[in-house]
């Protein structure tokens, strides 16, 4: 599968965006797709993943509460809407694809990622 990342961009304290990745291929069902995010010299952290058929979702607890992980299996893309956002979540958001369900926060087990999506919040 391949993934590209759209969606980000430049917004205030407080603002709203949605990233969406749009998957190639004809079994993006069959993945759990996950968002990460890498902010500048950090490493990578898990934001969220969502089960191949968005039945269950899973949440860093920085973003619980403030971000929702979606998708539609039909347009072969996952969403991701961030609300209430904040400085700290300045970064490079990745969206990822793995087939199984266990250790969904690990980006090592991710055998596809998107090219990443820059959001920006200012104070």
């Known amino acids: 599968v391949q993934l590209q990342a759209s969606g980000g961009g430049l917004v205030q304290a407080g603002g709203s965006l949605r990233l969406s990745c749009a998957a190639s291929?004809?079994?993006?069902?069959?993945?759990?797709m996950g968002w990460f995010r890498q902010a500048p010299g950090k490493e990578r952290e898990f934001v969220t993943a969502?089960?191949?058929?968005?039945?269950?979702?899973w949440y860093a607890d920085s973003v619980k509460g403030r971000f929702t992980i979606s998708r539609d299996n039909a347009k072969n893309t996952v969403y991701l809407q961030m609300n209430s956002l904040k400085p700290e979540d300045t970064a490079a958001y990745y969206c990822?694809?793995?087939?199984?369900?266990?250790?969904?926060?690990?980006?090592?087990?991710?055998?596809?990622w998107g090219q990443g999506t820059l959001v920006t919040v200012s104070s």
């Open positions: 969502i089960s191949q058929r968005g039945i269950y979702s």
């Open positions: 990822a694809a793995k087939l199984k369900t266990d250790n969904y926060y690990s980006g090592r087990l991710y055998t596809a």
């Open positions: 291929g004809r079994t993006f069902s069959s993945y759990v």
